[in-house]
């Protein structure tokens, strides 16, 4: 099974500002970097954002962006809007289980 | 447009069963495969079950081999899932969620559509 560590737990910022999210595995996501992004709110099912690491969903602002292969992958927001704020997972899909990080939440500093 | 509703849930005893629904419209259901997903209050998202497009290949999470079915009605635009035993700790908002396209393997694409969920609790 492979583990993600989404670093760090909270992220204390305010709006316009720059928001880079981590998300490590403990094994190398398969080779086609099977790994999505989600946002989720209080009440709502999760969003998907990115896929494959670093392609943005259909209607995803380009504000949000991925990165990264391997074992470390990054999500970063350039400038925060208000409607930004919330709980961002990471998700390897390649192989089962299918697994998700603990989650890091943005929240309003 | 395209859209997962979930129900089925509610409060139900410890070592009962219940039956968890996803209807789907929007979209050719029959072409995706679908999995569910649950949330224990408070906490993060856990990966529970897939199914295949045409119902042929199920794959479970180790916590739900066993005690938990997958299964759809492609002719009701529909998925189940079926949970047996149930103890506290499946006490979560059950989500569900539309993943690979026929053509590709189950393991190869991200969940792009979520419904809102259904509350299972379980509690003498």
């Known amino acids: 099974e492979i583990v993600l560590t989404q670093s760090p737990g909270t992220l204390s910022l305010s709006p316009g500002e720059r928001a880079t999210l981590s998300c490590r595995a403990s094994q190398s996501v398969t080779l086609s970097t099977y790994l999505a992004w989600y946002q989720q709110k209080p009440g709502q099912g999760p969003r998907l954002l990115i896929y494959?690491?670093?392609n943005r969903a259909t209607g995803i602002p380009d504000r949000f962006s991925g990165r990264g292969s391997g074992t470390d992958f990054t999500l970063t927001i350039t400038r925060l809007e208000p409607e930004d704020f919330a709980v961002y997972y990471c998700?390897?899909?390649?192989?089962?289980?299918?697994?998700f990080g603990g989650g890091t939440k943005v929240e309003i500093k | 447009q395209v859209q997962l509703v979930e129900s089925g849930g509610g409060v139900v005893q410890p070592g009962r069963s219940l039956r968890l629904s996803c209807a789907a419209s929007g979209f050719t259901f029959d072409y995706y495969a679908m999995h569910w997903v649950r949330q224990a209050p408070g906490k993060g998202l856990e990966w529970v079950a897939v199914i295949s497009y045409d119902g042929k290949n199920k794959y479970y999470a180790d916590s739900a081999k066993g005690r938990f079915t997958i299964s759809r009605d492609n002719s009701k635009n529909t998925l189940y899932l079926q949970v047996n035993s149930l103890r506290a700790d499946d006490t979560a908002v059950y989500y569900c969620?539309?993943?690979?396209?026929?053509?590709?393997?189950?393991?190869?694409?991200?969940?792009?559509?979520w419904g809102q969920g259904t509350m299972v609790t379980v509690s003498s």
């Open positions: 494959a690491a670093s």
């Open positions: 969620a539309r993943g690979a396209e026929a053509v590709t393997t189950i393991f190869s694409w991200a969940f792009d559509i």
């Open positions: 998700q390897q899909y390649g192989s089962s289980p299918v697994t």
